[in-house]
């Protein structure tokens, strides 16, 4: 089983701040992904990074993926209250023509007016 | 496009009960998932099917039982509840040619 680390857990930062959050893994994944989700609802996709070293932004939040595709990390810059929510990581294995993904437990990240 | 719907939003069942959750996807989609969120778990797979008529075991499939009759539903069935089932459960689809999983907006299960 791979096992996706996620860090750290629980997260609670004033609105403005800066902030960088981890995806760890030993394993090597084909391409990994970073889902948001809030009370309530499903988790939605943010970004797929597939490429060691790539780096991805989408408006303020800027992902990578590690040089050796077992690690990612995700910063916001200026965080609002509406980044408020649970952030998944996931990594893909592709096994034939399956692919499978797999789980981190979550970083919730709470952002105060 | 719908996307992919969940019925029921919330059940609860005493211990014993049966029950069937129902899963659509309006996209055409060959792969369907199902999982449960428990707190300090994350998304755990239960089930998933790469096709109508397959299906699979994930990585916590005991007590629980799929079918894909229709490539557009995928059926989670539990036979004999346990409080132990009480979850939140998430149905996901994913197109063939790419690795984008859609995901419900859940099912709330309480098991007393």
């Known amino acids: 089983t791979q096992l996706l680390e996620q860090s750290p857990q629980f997260l609670s930062i004033q609105e403005g701040e800066n902030l960088t959050v981890y995806c760890n893994s030993s394993s090597v994944f084909s391409s990994l992904q970073w889902y948001r989700q809030e009370p309530g609802e499903g988790p939605v996709l943010l970004v797929t990074v597939v490429t060691g070293g790539e780096v991805k932004k989408l408006k303020r939040l800027t992902f990578q993926f590690g040089d050796a595709r077992k690690d990612s990390s995700l910063h916001i810059t200026a965080a609002q209250p509406g980044d408020t929510g649970l952030y998944l990581c996931?990594?893909?294995?592709?096994?034939?023509?399956?692919?499978?993904?797999?789980f981190g437990k979550g970083i919730t990240l709470s952002v105060r007016p | 496009n719908a996307g992919v719907t969940q019925t029921p939003k919330f059940r609860v069942l005493k211990t014993g009960q049966s029950m069937t959750l129902l899963c659509a996807q309006d996209m055409n989609h060959e792969y369907m998932y199902w999982y449960r969120q428990d707190p300090g778990m994350g998304l755990r797979l239960i089930h998933y099917s790469v096709g109508e008529g397959t299906t699979a075991k994930g990585e916590v499939p005991d007590g629980y039982n799929v079918s894909r009759l229709k490539k557009q539903n995928f059926l989670l069935g539990l036979e004999s509840a346990a409080p132990s089932q009480t979850s939140v459960y998430f149905c996901?689809?994913?197109?063939?040619?790419?690795?984008?999983?859609?995901f419900g907006p859940g099912t709330r299960l309480l098991v007393l």
């Open positions: 996931a990594g893909a294995l592709v096994v034939g023509a399956n692919s499978k993904l797999t």
């Open positions: 996901a689809s994913r197109g063939l040619a790419e690795e984008t999983q859609y």
